[in-house]
């Protein structure tokens, strides 16, 4: 069966610097990779997924993720972030087996 | 489409009492789970539905739980009896084919046990 670590519970960062979340996988199959993004009293929203091609995928809002098989990681990255940016963040993974799993989450604040 | 609708949105009941959570998948979609989230274990799938039929209920915690797909419309969580250690948040989400394609999560219901 796959699972999924997320190595930090918590993140926090000043506005318009740089961030990392990390997150590691482990699965005997070809994997199928999620970010998604749960703002405060909502539920989950899809931020950008690898399903197969170019290992490097974007979101819309300047994330970025970067699928690397060897080291059987998916870490988020952002250049610079926002107030906005503040949310809780999942990394998850399925297979052409298993259903989506998910992390811990890792909970970002954006200082300013 | 109005997206993943639960309800209700808050529920605070008695220990003891039963509880029904209730869940409307996207239109179409024929994959449905069943997830709880809480500050100590995180998130949690608690069952996964293909085609109303169970896949893994392997994340239910106990026999007080149980969930049902009676049709491709509506899905129900059933708690009974309730209990403290139950109060969560619990999110429903909806798929197309299931495993490799993006989860729509509805806005969950928290409940409270007392």
């Known amino acids: 069966a796959q699972s999924v670590t997320q190595l930090d519970s918590q993140v926090p960062v000043f506005e318009e610097a740089p961030v990392e979340l990390r997150c590691n996988y482990s699965s005997s199959v070809s994997v199928y990779l999620f970010w998604y993004v749960q703002y405060p009293n909502q539920g989950l929203q899809l931020l950008l997924k690898?399903?197969?091609?170019?290992?490097l995928v974007e979101s819309i809002n300047g994330f970025e993720a970067e699928f690397n098989k060897s080291q059987t990681s998916f870490h988020l990255r952002k250049p610079s972030v926002h107030i906005s940016d503040t949310a809780e963040y999942f990394c998850a993974v399925s297979d052409q087996v298993n259903d989506m799993r998910f992390g811990a989450g890792t909970r970002l604040t954006v200082k300013p | 489409d109005a997206g993943v609708i639960q309800s209700p949105r808050h529920e605070v009941t008695e220990m003891g009492q039963e509880v029904t959570l209730r869940c409307k998948p996207i239109?179409?979609?024929?994959?449905l789970f069943w997830y709880r989230q809480t500050m100590m274990r995180g998130l949690e799938l608690l069952i996964y539905f293909n085609n109303n039929v169970p896949i893994d209920d392997s994340g239910m915690p106990e026999d007080r739980f149980s969930a049902k797909m009676p049709n491709a419309s509506f899905s129900t969580l059933k708690i009974q009896p309730s209990e403290p250690r139950d109060s969560a948040v619990y999110f429903c989400a909806s798929s197309l084919s299931g495993l490799n394609t993006e989860a729509f999560f509805g806005q969950g219901t928290r409940l409270t046990v007392v």
């Open positions: 690898y399903l197969s091609g170019s290992t």
């Open positions: 239109s179409g979609h024929n994959s």
